[in-house]
């Protein structure tokens, strides 16, 4: 579990919410932000006035779980905080206050993806102090992107937030809702905002501070009346409360929503759209099943004794992106966006983008792995070629890539291996079936780039690959290992299916093992045999075939010494180029290689992949890397907003692509042993 307190800089709090069905997130000092609800996944909601978690002794101040609330003569009744994050789990502990906890969940139930794309999170408010009576919580009104015709009303456990609007076009209509299952009061409308004549001839504006005299009355049992009709003006910041008994030592508490209409930046229904007709239907369901989904949801990350506790906790929180950057829609497909808010394309594949991202959901929800490749399949254009990409904004307009033309050169052995991957975890010959014609010409047009004959395809020097920045003219090991993988993965579905023989395959395995032996330099690979010249640096993408060989269950190439060579050689060479990561390409003597951003920095998606090989190969200097990515994570905030890499001598992220897509890696972990079986303990690190 990571633990900060309320005075870290953390960038981004834990994320709450359902497969496909947007986030919010509560942060560590308590406040809800960041919101994509509205399918505002590329702009964020930053900050929500209006959200409370008041909690009420018997013989004593009320008090915030938030630091420094801005409510109007209680602001020094807030607290600082300890946060638990260990997704989809979050827990809020006050220092110094009457012993409370307020853990947040999402439902995330591996096996059943109805229940794990609800637009809905719980709150579980806990205490073992008799004197802590009542807990009050409150939202905002935030349904249509006008103030005007907002309104609240009280529904059975709690407040329903709706719009007198009605509106085709506006993706913040709809409705939201919070109940719980112990109301003591609810107040469905009261004003959120400081009274005018106060707020201006205090020299302020309305969201400087919040109305405390509702907290006050709450706090003395006062009864309240709620303000009648909908909002008319700016000022008319509508919110609600729901007070809760605490006496029993345990209250439960529902937020939900509901927002359904396509448009731009979401033009599609959701999958949620399905089962339900409104947010109170959709908390209703929750509530009613809640100590189930809290059970069943800790299911999702299980624990294994023979894993130091820091790999677990990261690989936990780094399936993160399930509820801050998926999609669902009502058809039943799946994707995942490269980058939410800055490089919003949905299915990313090669450079360890999707088939690092999508792990969590090949382990838990396989039927959404098959979702998203027969979409990627079926965007697969007449000559075999995969796009990089299902579309920006979109599942149905796929790119060729960002630097295309010429078409990259990793896209299709990395669609052959996640056919293949999936296949191995479901054995679903079926779908192996009904799409070997296509997986037929993806091979052919990837074959086709070998321009030499030798066995390998050549880069052309336009950042034809996932390395899209780097300039790298002739063959590469990172390529080269992965199309070596593809070929070993389409001669295992050849003889599965028994379609037709493998010699066609067997032949090109020869000649690509042949040819890649030569850039074996008695240590590792070579990064690559052309231009531009980088002598004998070491190059961190050449693990990626024996990463796909590792977690599938594939032949290894090259044989298990120059393996052990070139991995410990990864360690002392790129593994002790930084204390803050581990740099992609570094020279033999030591030296962070600045070709490119890609090349000067860590993807943390790579390094992460070293854990299994690690376990496999019993190296712990390979863990050792992979928990000083994990440190550096943590330290700087980005446990929850993990970046696509790190400059290795600045530790700057590179915030440009945000929530990466390929931050689940470390559960290759979870797919080797799963494959694999026990393997021996790596507690020793």
């Known amino acids: 579990m990571v633990e900060y307190n309320s005075t870290d800089n953390v960038k981004a709090g834990l994320p709450l919410g359902g497969i496909g069905a947007g986030k919010v997130e509560i942060n560590n000092k308590g406040k809800m932000v960041n919101l994509t609800i509205f399918n505002n996944w590329n702009k964020p909601l930053q900050i929500v006035r209006g959200f409370h978690v008041f909690i009420i002794p018997e013989d004593m101040e009320g008090f915030f779980v938030e630091t420094q609330p801005s409510v109007l003569h209680m602001q020094d009744r807030g607290c600082e905080l300890h946060y638990y994050g260990s997704y989809p789990f979050l827990r809020l502990v006050p220092y110094n206050r009457p012993q409370i906890e307020v853990t947040a969940f999402t439902a995330l139930i591996p096996g059943k993806i109805e229940d794990s794309s609800l637009p809905a999170f719980g709150i579980r408010v806990r205490t073992n102090e008799r004197k802590v009576v009542k807990v009050a919580i409150s939202l905002p009104n935030l349904i249509g992107t006008s103030i005007r015709g907002r309104f609240n009303k009280e529904v059975d456990g709690g407040v329903m937030f709706l719009t007198e609007n009605t509106s085709s076009i506006d993706p913040s209509y709809g409705d939201m809702t919070l109940i719980t299952d112990k109301p003591l009061k609810i107040i469905p409308q009261n004003s959120i905002n400081v009274d005018v004549n106060t707020t201006i001839k205090g020299g302020h504006s309305k969201i400087d501070f919040e109305d405390g005299n509702i907290w006050r009355r709450i706090e003395r049992g006062d009864e309240i009346e709620s303000i009648k009709g909908s909002a008319r003006g700016m000022w008319d910041d509508f919110g609600g409360i729901v007070v809760a008994d605490l006496k029993e030592g345990e209250a439960k508490f529902v937020v939900s929503w509901y927002f359904n209409n396509p448009w731009i930046y979401y033009p599609y229904r959701h999958f949620y759209a399905t089962r339900f007709r409104n947010s109170l239907d959709v908390g209703e369901y929750f509530l009613k099943n809640f100590d189930e989904f809290y059970d069943n949801s800790k299911q999702f990350c299980k624990g294994d004794d023979s894993l130091p506790e820091w790999l677990i906790d990261s690989m936990c929180n780094s399936a993160y992106i399930l509820s801050s950057s998926t999609w669902l829609d009502d058809k039943g497909r799946f994707s995942i966006f490269e980058s939410p808010e800055n ?13 690092a991202g999508s792990l969590p959901v090949l382990l838990d929800f396989p039927e959404l792995e098959k979702a998203f490749l027969t979409v990627l399949a079926n965007a697969i254009d007449d000559s075999g070629y995969v796009p990089h990409d299902l579309g920006l904004f979109s599942l149905d307009a796929p790119l060729d890539g960002t630097t295309s ?13 996640l056919v293949y991957r999936y296949y191995k975890l479901t054995n679903d010959r079926e779908f192996l079936e009904k799409i070997y014609p296509t997986l037929k010409a993806v091979l052919l047009w990837e074959v086709s780039r070998d321009r030499d004959g030798d066995g ?3 880069l052309e020097g336009t950042g034809d690959t996932s390395f899209d920045v780097t300039y790298i003219e002739g063959t590469d090991s990172y390529t080269s290992t992965l199309f070596l993988a593809s070929l070993y993965a389409y001669r295992e579905i050849l003889n599965i299916l028994k379609i037709e023989p493998s010699d066609y395959v067997d ?3 020869e000649r690509a093992e042949k040819s890649l032996s030569t850039m074996y330099n008695g240590k590792y690979f070579l990064a690559w045999k052309g231009l531009p010249d980088v002598g004998d640096a070491l190059f961190l993408g050449q693990i990626i075939g024996l990463w796909w060989s590792i977690t599938t269950g594939l032949p290894i190439f ?3 010494e120059k393996v052990i060579s070139i991995l410990n050689n990864i360690c002392k060479v790129n593994g002790a180029a930084s204390h803050i990561c581990t740099p ?6 030591g030296k962070v290689i600045s070709l490119s951003p890609q090349t000067e920095g860590s993807w943390p998606r790579l390094v992460m992949s070293l854990a299994p090989l690690a376990i496999e190969y019993e190296m712990d200097c390979l863990l050792e890397a ?11 905030g980005m446990v929850w907003n993990q970046p696509s890499r790190i400059n290795a001598r600045t530790g700057v992220p590179d915030i440009y692509l945000d929530h990466y897509i390929g931050s689940p890696a470390l559960w290759s972990v979870a797919l080797f042993m799963k494959l694999n079986g026990n393997v021996k303990s790596t507690r020793n690190t």
């Open 558 to 560: 090259p044989e298990r």
């Open 405 to 417: 033309p010429p078409r990259w050169k990793d896209l299709n052995p990395s669609f052959i291996l």
């Open 626 to 636: 992979v928990q000083k990515e994990w440190n550096t994570i943590v330290k700087d």
């Open 456 to 458: 390998l395809p050549e």
């Open 507 to 509: 032949k090109l395995i």
């Open 584 to 589: 992609n390409l570094v020279s033999s003597d």
């Open 343 to 355: 490089f919003p394309v949905l299915g990313t594949i090669g450079g360890l983008t999707y088939e």
